[in-house]
Every structure is written in structure tokens, then in C-alpha cells.
């Protein structure tokens, strides 16, 4: 399937969605009682509790009683913080009238996609072949044994502007279902999408026509990018435009290698020329959050001014990783600036005291001034500005070419400066983005440079400061494994780009709270979700790949050996539970898979996040170069044999399977640098190496007879390396052919320089 | 079939030695080695110059097979030079 069909459109469709009012979460106390959803640990799942629908988790009451009366299952699937799910929610499930349809005619089963993106993928695929498109909320009616046969998105109550009304439609399913001959019709063609779903998953539409994943795919595959960039505004397709971390950083990986080896420059140049205008686009458009770091989730418009206001962590942890990146090509401040403040909202927001990271923060919240407009939450309510606002708190500044100059900056008018708002949720507001350099700024208002800088970040910690007396949008404070995961990977990144203790703190934190508290020794499986002192839901494949990479980019960090002990022993654990060796498909459930789910699905698509499969074998690459175990390589293989038929139909179908791709065909370079992470002389030696750049070299430190002992047993290098008693040594082999040691940094830089030539 | 004559030079810490020597012995292959790196300053002299020769690079393990030189760990190319793949 290629990119971006698949949950991607139906992401996009349910975001498109005409807005039809404005829930207010806050009528929920109003209800008397609470449902069973109250003995939940999810945000979302909690947020449905005081509903009167008797709602159950996802799991066996739940089917064990759509069975013994023989009742249709309604499964109904969104997230925290998607905007239509709480709209829904308070049209229809908070309603007694439909609540009692609900109650009578279905058993009803409420499901976080966060926590099981299985269930939600497998669903989503249904209701996506059903009705050709889907998004969230997602409704699926099932039979009792838990095969789909209606679904849809969003429904408002009752039926208007062509759209069917949701108590229509459970009046109508109950009556097919007790009409013998529609019952019939029913459960034959929920059979038929069985059997499509099953193929689907299980990749029987693959015909084996295995192409390696050679640089002509990869190729193909830049040229399609460059096909579906948006020249004038930046990023990819038209409105609504998301970032789509996977492909810059593929972008970046292919002019990295392209720089590297000499091939391919001018098409290596086109791709680096869209990730930066795409990367300066965004930090300059209203998606990125120009008083507090970080970014929304999308843009509804092309030139990424108007977002919805959503912030997850996904999205914020890959960004840091690519501006970081970005940084480190260009030595360009301005990505060290978005990176860092990014990071410290991230550490400031969305950090558990014991070190985990948050999952995401919700679009909507109270307004600061109820009397202005609508009551209850408006989306963006935090973050937007009326005039009247930034006036006052400017007021105080000096002379006011403070606020002038910041007005000219982020485009500040007096009535507003949305300019599409078909439903005058920001009428009056200001959504900043940055429409004006500092140095045009400097020559309009004849002030130096300096004299601008000055007065920005001076009103920025005004408003910031503002701010923080509003009332905060809902946080959504589960711990996901895989997306902490992706977090680790950003912050052990900036440690080392940006040389700094605190983020390599930070990402130690979070990999030691995942080691205690999602991660059971004695089964050596992760968890996925942990919330209120208590973990659930056995890992799924991204948990395992997403927290490898992790893991292995914390010890190109800080080279402690227990990270790549743990990371090898989780591939190995992966490997088992999610990868079929002969057809190299991935999982993206384990092997003894939830009973409710018909069989194993295939994740090979990349979409805001990485598949499991293009993050597997990012992970397995590096982990054979480290280790030179072949069960890691032959995965590998595997995998890209797979998709490398796929790729070739499907060339947008994959970018962050080619960043590895990249890895694994770039020049083999593995240093081993010998002495202790103390003395000034290895840290000299490290950075030498890390200068290099190589897209496919690796690192081993052994700082003492200890690390040597951990080493050893999982690496074939580490017995025989001797530590010198003073200084540092370094051995580099380059394609599996070593070097003799060397014992000063001018030499590594030496021989690495010829190396790759 | 005779077995060709296999002579390698190697380091006693690099690892795609090591991981030659222990593809040689899983095929029960006869091999004479010299771990260049634990030679006294003269003796490595000359063999450096021997290695040289084979391979202008000087990296390890190089590998001699009746008169085929093959540079590296490289599974494939080795089994195929001794007739066993």
C-alpha cells in the first residue's frame, strides 16, 4: 500500500472534517455513575467513564457477552487528544437517549489507539475497505465473534446535511441484525472482509517478486518526494500538511551518503534543499509554538500557518532529531535554537518526575476569556492572542517598538490574522508565525540586529510568562514505550551534537524508567503502557524497535555496555515474537497474539512514524555492524527482500526502511577505541571519530577491564582489546578489514579520512 | 580434492580475525597465521613487507589461498577460494 493511503488518508479525511460544534468535556460530572472504564489506566479510556453507555475495555468480558446473548459488538476507537473524538463524545455518548440505544441493542467497547494501535490498525483497514476512506473517531460494528461488517468515522447525533445520524445507524444495524435474511447477508459479508483483512495483513497479495532494495529504489524513491514537494510553501502535498519526520530523515541520510561517496550529488543536493526549506518553513509557521518550543501536530493550510494544536511526542522527539541533525550539517544556530527549545519544552512539559516522557497534549482548553466567546474549551485557546491582549502586556515595554517590532515579526493584526476560518474559532486571534526575519526587521525599523533580538526575547518571556496563568490543555500522561523510545533516541542525539550533559541525563532517565517499570526480566518482554503506578498491555513491535534504536543511540552517547547487552537481547526477543524469517514480513503484534484478533498484521508502511519493519531494520543493521551476529544480518536481509518488491510499486511506500538501506550500503567503518572515558585523550579519540560522519560507521569504547567483561559477551571484539595504561587507542576496521591501533586522534582522523576515499 | 595451502596474517585484537580463524576451523581447514602485532619490532618489519605486497593497504586479516589473496572477513569469497561453498 503506498504512502500515503492507508491510516495516513483516513488521518487526513477525519482532520478535514467540517467542525459542527464545540464539546466541553467539563459536562461530564454532571452525570451521575461511572462505567466500567473508571478501573482503566488510559486518559482517553478514563475520559469516558462518567458516559452513561456501559462501555467495556477491549478484551474477553466483553466478547463472552456479545456471544452468550448474541448481540452485534460496537467498537468505538479515538485518542485523547483527537479533536472529533471528544465532539462525538459529547453529542452522542453522553446523550442518555442514544446512550440507552447504545445500551439495549450493542455491547459497546471503548479502545485508546494509543495503547493498541493493533486493534486500531486492524479495524481501520476494515472500515477503510468498507467505505474507502477512515479516521478518528473510528465506529465498527462487529459480529459477536468479532469479524467487522459496518464502520465509519464521525457521526453527528442525528442525521443532517446528508450525513446519517448516529441513532440512525444503530437503529438500523439492530434491525438487520434481527431480520434473518439481513442477518444472513450481514454475516456473509463480514466473512468476505474477513478474508480480505487476512490478506491484507498477511501480505497474500504479495507475489515474491523479490527485488533487492538496491540504490535505483532509492533513487526512484527521492525523485517521488521531490514530485509531491510543495515548492512554494515547503513540505510535502498540499493542506493539511503534516511534517513527516520519516521522509526528512531519509532525505537527509541520502545527502549525507550522496556527500560520502560521491554519487548521485546533484540529486543529494535537491533532497538536503527541501528538508531545510521544509524544516525552516515549519519552525517558522504557526505549527511550531514560537513562545514555548515545540510543535503541533499538523497544519490545515499549505503554508503551515493555521495547525491544529495538538502536540504529541512523537512528532516533537523526531523533529529534535532532524533539526539536531540538520544543525549538525549546516552549523546553522537557528536549528541548534528550534532543536533546544523544543527539548526544553519537552523536559519542562512532558516529563515524568521519575523520568518517563508523557504522551501528548490535547488541541483544546478554556479560553482565558470566557466572556469573549464561546463557553468551554476552544481548540488552540492557549496559544493564540487577541490584540486587545498583546497590548496591555506589551504596554509596560519601553518606548513600544518592542511590540512593534514583534507585531511586524509574527504578522500581529489588530482584527486577527487568520484569514480561513470557516467556523470563527479564531475570530479576533493571532496565530503567530513568523512572516519577517530579523533582518528585514532591523532594516524597517532602522535598529541593529542586536537591538531586535533583544526585544523579541524579552516580549516572548513576557507572553510566556502570560501564558502559564491560562488554563493548560488536557495532558495525556500515559508512557508509551515506543514513543519514549523515539524520545531517547532525539535527546541521546542533541547530547552529542550539542555536547550536553543535561540531555544525555535526560535520556538515561527515561531508558532507567523503562528498564524498571515497563520491562519484566524474567520474560525479558516490554510493556507498552504504563499510567498510574501500573504497566499493561504486552509490547508491540514498535515498543521493541522504536526503544533498540533508542538504546543504541544513548550508548553511541555514553558507550555504558548495559545498553547494547539489553538492546541485542530485545532484537533477539523481537526477532522470535515478530519476524517471519522466510517471507521477512513484520509484525507488528507478537506471535502469541491477542485472541480477539483474528492473526498477526504485517506493518511494513511508514507513515508520521516509522513501520516496525523500516524501524526493525535500522536497528538489526546497526546491531549486525556492532556485533557481527548473522542472525541480525539475515533478518536484515529478509526484510528488505520483502520489501524491495513492494518498493519497487511503491517507491514513497518506505522512507525510513531506505535511511537503512543507506546504512547498510554505506562504507563499513567500526572503531573500537580503547582507554578510560575519563582521560581527556579518549574523549579526543571519540570525538575524532564522530567527526568522521560515516552514514554506516560504528563506535565501541572499553574503558576498563569491566566494560571488557560486559563486552565480551556479546561482541567479538571486545576480548582481545588491550587498554592502555595511559591515553587512548583506537582500531578501525573498514569492510571487515582492521588496521593495525593507533594511538593519537590526529592519526585516527588520519587514516579515516583515507579510509573513505 | 586437495586442499589449498592458507596462509593469514592477522592482528591479535581484530575482531574479523578472530572471526576468520573460526570460520576455518568450523570447515576443518588447515592454515598457517602470523598475528603481525605480537611480532618483535624486526621479525614485523619483514612481514609487514610480505603483507605489503599481498595487499598495499596493510589491513588484516589478509588471507592468502593458494595464490588468491583476499582482504577481510569475507564468508562468501573465502569459501568459494577453498572449494567449499
Redesign the interface.
Given at each position: 500500500m503506498p504512502w500515503p493511503a492507508g491510516s495516513g488518508s483516513g488521518l487526513k479525511k477525519s482532520c478535514m472534517r467540517a467542525r459542527r460544534g464545540v464539546s466541553d468535556m467539563s459536562g461530564q460530572t454532571e452525570k451521575t455513575g461511572m462505567n466500567r472504564l473508571i478501573n482503566e489506566k488510559s486518559p482517553y479510556l478514563i475520559q469516558h467513564a462518567y458516559q452513561p453507555v456501559d462501555w467495556y475495555a477491549w478484551g474477553e468480558a466483553a466478547f463472552k457477552r456479545a456471544k452468550s446473548e448474541d448481540r452485534p459488538v460496537l467498537v468505538s476507537i479515538g485518542y485523547s487528544t483527537c479533536h472529533w473524538c471528544h465532539v462525538m463524545a459529547g453529542e452522542s455518548f453522553d446523550d442518555p437517549k442514544i446512550a440507552e440505544l447504545m445500551n439495549r441493542y450493542f455491547v459497546n467497547i471503548k479502545v485508546d489507539r494509543e495503547e493498541r494501535p493493533d486493534v486500531d490498525s486492524f479495524y481501520m483497514t476494515a472500515v477503510s475497505s468498507l467505505t474507502g476512506s477512515a479516521g478518528w473517531p473510528l465506529n465498527v460494528f462487529l459480529t459477536p465473534d468479532g469479524k467487522p461488517f459496518f464502520g465509519g468515522t464521525y457521526f453527528p447525533p442525528q442525521a443532517r446535511h446528508g450525513m446519517l445520524g448516529w441513532a440512525d445507524v444503530l437503529n438500523r444495524i439492530y434491525q438487520a441484525w434481527k431480520d434473518p435474511g439481513q442477518r444472513a447477508k450481514i454475516e456473509s459479508s463480514a466473512a468476505e472482509i474477513g478474508q480480505k483483512l487476512e490478506q491484507h495483513f498477511s501480505g497474500a497479495s504479495y507475489h515474491g517478486d523479490d527485488t533487492p532494495l538496491s540504490l535505483d529504489l532509492v533513487r526512484d524513491a527521492v525523485q517521488a518526494f521531490a514530485e509531491d514537494y510543495d515548492t512554494k510553501n515547503g513540505g510535502f502535498g498540499s493542506a493539511p500538511k503534516f511534517p513527516m519526520p520519516p521522509i526528512l530523515n531519509f532525505l537527509l541520510t541520502f545527502y549525507r551518503f550522496s556527500r560520502e561517496t560521491g554519487q548521485e550529488s546533484p540529486l543529494g543536493e535537491k533532497a538536503f534543499g527541501m528538508v531545510k526549506d521544509a524544516l525552516d518553513a515549519m519552525a517558522k509557521g504557526g505549527i511550531y509554538d514560537h513562545i514555548g518550543g515545540g510543535f503541533h501536530r499538523y497544519s490545515t493550510d499549505a503554508i503551515w500557518h493555521v495547525p491544529h494544536f495538538e502536540k504529541m511526542l512523537y512528532d516533537n522527539a523526531q523533529l529534535i532529531e532532524v533539526y539536531t541533525d540538520a544543525y549538525q550539517i549546516t552549523a546553522d544556530p537557528y536549528y541548534a535554537d528550534v532543536a533546544g527549545r523544543t527539548i526544553d519544552y519537552v523536559l519542562r512539559e512532558m516529563t515524568h518526575p521519575e523520568g518517563g516522557f508523557y504522551s501528548a497534549e490535547d488541541a483544546d482548553s478554556a479560553p482565558p476569556d470566557p466572556s469573549g466567546g464561546q463557553p468551554g474549551k476552544r481548540e488552540g485557546a492557549f496559544y493564540v492572542w487577541s490584540f486587545e491582549e498583546l497590548e496591555s502586556l506589551l504596554a509596560v515595554e519601553p518606548a513600544g517598538t518592542a511590540a512593534e517590532v514583534f507585531y511586524y515579526i509574527f504578522d500581529v493584526r489588530e482584527d486577527g490574522n487568520v484569514a480561513q476560518d470557516p467556523f470563527g474559532e479564531f475570530k479576533g486571534r493571532n496565530i503567530l508565525h513568523q512572516v519577517h526575519s530579523i533582518d528585514e526587521a532591523a532594516a524597517h525599523f532602522g535598529l541593529p540586529e542586536r537591538k531586535i533580538r533583544e526585544s523579541l526575547a524579552r516580549v516572548k518571556k513576557r507572553l510566556f510568562v502570560s501564558r502559564q496563568t491560562r488554563l493548560r490543555p488536557h495532558l495525556d500522561d500515559k508512557i508509551l514505550t515506543a514513543w519514549n523510545g523515539l524520545m531517547i533516541s532525539a535527546l541521546a542525539r542533541a547530547s552529542v551534537v550539542f555536547d550536553s550533559p543535561g540531555y544525555l541525563a535526560a535520556a538515561e532517565g527515561a531508558v532507567g524508567f523503562i528498564y524498571n517499570a515497563l520491562y519484566d526480566p524474567d520474560t525479558r518482554r516490554l510493556y507498552r503502557r504504563w499510567r498510574d503506578k501500573a504497566a499493561g498491555v504486552a509490547g508491540l513491535a514498535d515498543d521493541y524497535t522504536f526503544l533498540i534504536n533508542g538504546l543504541i543511540h544513548l550508548y553511541e552517547a555514553n558507550f555504558k555496555p548495559w545498553l547494547l547487552e539489553w538492546a541485542l537481547e530485545l532484537m533477539h526477543r523481537f526477532i522470535d515474537d515478530f519476524v517471519d524469517p522466510h517471507s521477512g514480513m513484520v509484525y507488528m503484534n507478537p506471535k502469541s497474539h491477542d485472541p480477539y484478533l483474528a492473526f498477526q498484521m504485517k506493518d511494513a508502511v511508514d507513515n508520521v512514524t516509522p513501520s516496525a519493519a523500516s524501524a526493525a531494520v535500522r536497528g538489526l543493521v546497526k546491531l549486525y555492524r556492532i556485533s557481527?551476529d548473522r542472525d541480525f544480518g539475515a533478518a536484515a536481509e529478509a526484510i528488505f527482500r520483502y520489501a524491495g518488491g513492494e518498493m519497487g510499486r511503491f517507491p514513497k511506500m518506505a522512507p525510513y526502511l531506505m535511511t537503512a538501506a543507506l546504512i547498510s550500503s554505506a562504507k563499513h567503518v567500526h572503531m573500537?577505541i580503547a582507554g578510560s572515558p575519563k582521560r581527556a585523550e579518549t574523549k579526543k579519540m571519540i570525538d575524532a571519530g564522530r567527526r568522521a560522519g560515516g552514514v554506516g560507521q560504528s563506535m565501541v569504547v572499553v574503558g576498563d577491564d569491566a566494560d571488557r567483561a560486559k563486552l565480551s559477551r556479546v561482541?567479538?571484539?571486545a576480548e582481545?582489546?588491550?587498554i592502555p595504561a595511559s591515553g587512548a587507542v583506537a582500531?578501525v576496521?573498514?569492510?571487515?578489514?582492521?588496521?593495525?591501533?593507533i594511538d593519537s586522534p590526529e592519526k585516527l582522523t588520519e587514516q579515516l579520512e583515507r579510509g573513505f576515499k | 580434492m586437495a586442499t589449498p595451502e592458507v596462509m593469514m596474517y592477522t592482528?591479535?585484537?581484530?575482531?574479523?580475525?578472530?572471526?576468520t580463524k573460526k570460520l576455518l576451523d568450523a570447515c576443518n581447514v588447515a592454515y598457517d597465521f602470523v598475528d603481525?602485532?605480537l611480532l618483535d619490532a624486526e621479525e614485523r618489519k619483514t612481514i609487514l613487507e610480505d603483507v605489503k605486497k599481498l595487499n598495499p593497504?596493510?589491513?588484516?586479516?589478509?588471507i592468502k589461498i593458494a595464490d588468491q589473496v583476499i582482504?577481510?572477513?569475507?564468508e562468501q569469497e573465502i569459501k568459494e577460494a577453498l572449494g567449499i561453498s
Open positions: 557481527g573500537v561482541l567479538p571484539d582481545n582489546t588491550g582500531q576496521c573498514f569492510e571487515r578489514a582492521c588496521r593495525p591501533p | 592482528l591479535s585484537t581484530c575482531s574479523h580475525c578472530k572471526s603481525v602485532d593497504k596493510c589491513s588484516f586479516p589478509t582482504v577481510g572477513y569475507k
